[in-house]
């Protein structure tokens, strides 16, 4: 399910069925980092949607959690896990974040999530063919891994 009306409305009438949440990580940044910061958005939002096709009736892509780069880490972490606490109180029993901002591993061990770290890679000059077929391979690998989560 995508975070639209129509999705929305089936998610409530489905929602015992429905027990991942998928959040991609954003960071923002408008100096020198702004094209990569860009770039990882866009890798990661294609790849979350793949993903959610592929999960349709399990997980609700949230928008995502779009963050100042510069911003302190404990602001960061504190500010995502209120959306843990959040979803969690919505009876989601797997949350997943999303992100190619390698700072988030750092931290992940502070986040009530799971979190899965994919390297981007930039698409901008790639053929819309190819960027699919890239994005599909990657989405693959974290199929298994969802799958073996729910099975925990």
Known sequence: MNWNGKDVESYKQQKEYIDTAIMPLAPVSFGAEMKEAASQYEFIQLLTM?????FKGRTLLLPPFSYQSKKREEDKIAALNSWSEELREAE??????FTSDSGWKLVEDKLDGTLIWVPSVPLEHMEPSY???????QAKQFINIIAHKWQQ
């Not at 989601?92 to 974040?97: L, S, T």
């Open 131 to 137: 960027k699919y077929s890239l994005i599909e391979e």
């Open 50 to 54: 793949l993903l959610e096709k592929q």
């Open 92 to 97: 989601f029993k797997h949350i997943f974040y």
